[in-house]
């Protein structure tokens, strides 16, 4: 059966900046060579669902619908199923919890979940532990189809399905922490069995498939009523819990392969620093048209390269050197970027000042940002630059669903990701074209327009500033309060944050007297500086942007190793999700299960652990051995 590729976007040649070239990397990439879904019900006769999405007449994109991928999960284990359904909500640990509270049993059945608050390859892993033979994702009309459907209206059609990779870690497959180059006669890779004993590939089947599919299988579905809050729209059938009496036939072979993928570079060599790297990112990939998920963001790159050349035809050269990056692979589970920071590792631990990454530039109205916290006064003074930004929201870089994981959590790089709006309902679906940006995402295309202003702003600042415009009293300040929340969740536990709070109030000391220590120097830029204030400034700066990496530790976390860095993360249980601590919160979790000496005891080294790392930035950052 012949293999169906992803279309992927030929590589943008940054044209308008010279000095560009490409790396090219031997990656494991998934296809779908067949899908099938059968519903057997008692009442009924046997139904086969298409898992077919359909395009509107009136959208210019549906005459190239052809060449959109099929419906599937990237890295979805082959296999097939038969099996009665049982319904789990979001997929999540509590909702398995609750069915198991209330007496239903999924093991060996296909668990019905819908798409919503958790990564989907979490869903399926879930539902794997939990004993079900499959899996299907669906798009619920309560969550994604609100009001009246594209291209009428902004929301998700009936038959619109979310493709996506249920992969459970980042970078290539087979090659975890470390690379491959294309060509390379001789590279380690580790096998498809050995990435399934790890659990980051899956060992049960699944499909993602349209909320319409959804609500004919909950037809299907009876037993106990499903709690309230478990339920459809209104109007929708009353969803049951399970399992059966209807009965699915599950069939998914997919086709593991390795292919070469490309990244692209544009670099503006700088002209005092030259081996001082911002680095701003984006990916060109997408599962279908990609208005949004990515081409937004590939287009205010490509928009912001235009002006830096305009910049450079006027005799601008940036103090410090600019690499644009666009990505390949980061829908597979954030290959392009991962494997060039894994190759390039130990230049970009010595070297990178910043990562600013836009995946999508825009989903809609207001701009949302998520940072490492010495980056939150240059993003207010930036934002404050652009019309169109009337409020800033900022949060944190800890969930890892882009192409900044790999720079900030793996070798602790300072980094920005930034977007208009907060999410869309036809999220990687055929219905995600330039029709709907056109009328729901940005009419007057003004956002793409800021988000470009924005991030170049940002990138000039970090670039072109004598001193580094970081502020660790806004760490220190972010990491009290981090402290604070994780205690509270703690509280009566055999724990101490004491030594947490310690060092914590050591980086903050650090972060008042380096503030002071820039402010000296910078009234001395009012005069001729010396060479010997230029050495200062150098020696500061690399301070300032070392101090970032102290927060990893080279054992990660326990458990998931390639995560290094000890203050922001994933959620064990949600890649999406972003945790503060996340080693002393899964550690907290796991104790709070067992509840024994040895598990609290493994709490408070963790707790230790994470102070030790704060100890070490503050030395960092006040730049003298104790």
């Not at 220590?517 to 500086?529: D, N, T």
């Amino acid at each position: 059966m012949k293999t169906l590729s992803p279309p992927r976007m030929s590589s943008p040649p940054f044209l308008f900046l010279p000095s560009s070239h490409s790396t090219f990397y031997s990656t494991l990439l998934s296809f779908p060579v067949h899908r099938s879904l059968s519903l057997f019900s008692p009442s009924s006769p046997p139904f086969h669902f298409s898992l077919t999405q359909i395009p509107s007449p009136s959208d210019p994109s549906s005459t190239s619908f052809s060449l959109t991928v099929p419906t599937f999960h990237a890295y979805a284990h082959t296999g097939s199923v038969r099996a009665p359904l049982t319904y789990a909500y979001y997929g999540r640990v509590e909702d398995f919890d609750k069915l198991g509270s209330l007496g239903i049993n999924v093991t060996g059945t296909v668990v019905l979940a819908r798409y919503g608050k958790i990564y989907r390859g979490d869903i399926v892993k879930n539902a794997q532990d939990a004993g079900a033979l499959g899996v299907l994702v669906y798009s619920d009309y309560e969550d994604y189809a609100k009001g009246e459907a594209f291209p009428a209206g902004p929301w998700l059609p009936q038959s619109g399905v979310q493709v996506g990779s249920v992969f459970r870690a980042i970078g290539d497959p087979t090659t975890p922490g470390w690379s491959c180059t294309a060509g390379e006669e001789e590279c380690e890779r580790v096998s498809i069995e050995e990435i399934v004993r790890r659990g980051d590939m899956l060992s049960v089947p699944s499909l993602p498939i349209s909320g319409k599919d959804g609500e004919e299988l909950h037809k299907a579905i009876g037993g106990q009523v499903a709690p309230d809050d478990w339920r459809g729209r209104e109007g929708a059938p009353v969803y049951r819990l399970g399992p059966g009496p209807g009965v699915v036939n599950l069939t998914y072979i997919g086709n593991e392969t390795l292919r070469t993928i490309q990244n692209v570079f544009a670099v503006i060599e700088g002209r005092e620093e030259p081996d001082r790297y911002v680095l701003l990112g984006n990916h060109r990939d997408a599962w279908t048209f990609g208005a949004v998920d990515p081409n937004s963001g590939t287009a205010a790159l490509l928009e912001l390269s235009e002006r830096l050349y305009k910049l450079q035809k006027k005799g601008w050269k940036p103090r410090r050197t600019i690499i644009l990056c666009n990505w390949d692979a980061e829908e597979y589970g954030l290959i392009g970027s991962t494997e060039w920071v894994e190759e390039n590792r130990e230049l970009l631990t010595s070297r990178a000042v910043a990562y600013l990454n836009v995946d999508s530039a825009v989903y809609g109205p207001g701009f949302y940002v998520s940072a490492t916290p010495q980056l939150d006064a240059l993003l207010i003074e930036a934002s404050k630059m652009v019309f169109l930004i009337t409020y800033l929201h900022i949060e944190r870089l800890g969930g890892g669903g882009t192409d900044f994981a790999a720079f900030v959590q793996h070798i602790g790089v300072p980094s920005i990701d930034m977007a208009f709006g907060d999410g869309y309902p036809v999220y990687h679906s055929i219905y995600d074209d330039y029709l709907w940006m056109e009328k729901f995402g940005d009419p007057m295309f003004q956002r793409h327009v800021a988000a470009a202003s924005v991030w170049g702003l940002v990138a000039l600042r970090l670039a072109d500033d004598e001193i580094l415009p970081f502020n660790y009293i806004s760490y220190a300040t972010e990491l009290k309060g981090n402290a604070k929340s994780i205690e509270e969740e703690a509280a009566g536990c055999p724990i101490s944050f004491s030594p947490l709070y310690k060092s914590i109030e050591y980086l903050k000391t650090a972060a008042v007297n380096v503030n002071a220590e820039k402010q000296a120097l910078e009234e001395k830029f009012w005069g001729l500086s010396s060479r010997k204030d230029k050495s200062k400034v150098r020696e500061l700066n690399d301070r300032l942007m070392m101090t970032e990496r102290a927060f990893t530790d080279r054992e990660g976390l326990s458990g998931r190793e390639w995560y290094k860095h000890l203050i922001y993360g994933p959620s064990k249980y949600n890649d999406y999700d972003s945790k503060a601590y996340p080693g002393i919160d899964d550690a907290i979790e796991e104790a709070k299960k067992s509840n024994t000496t040895d598990a609290w005891r493994f709490v408070q080294h963790e707790i230790y652990r994470v102070a030790r790392a704060v100890k070490q930035a503050s030395l960092v950052l006040n730049g003298g051995l104790t």
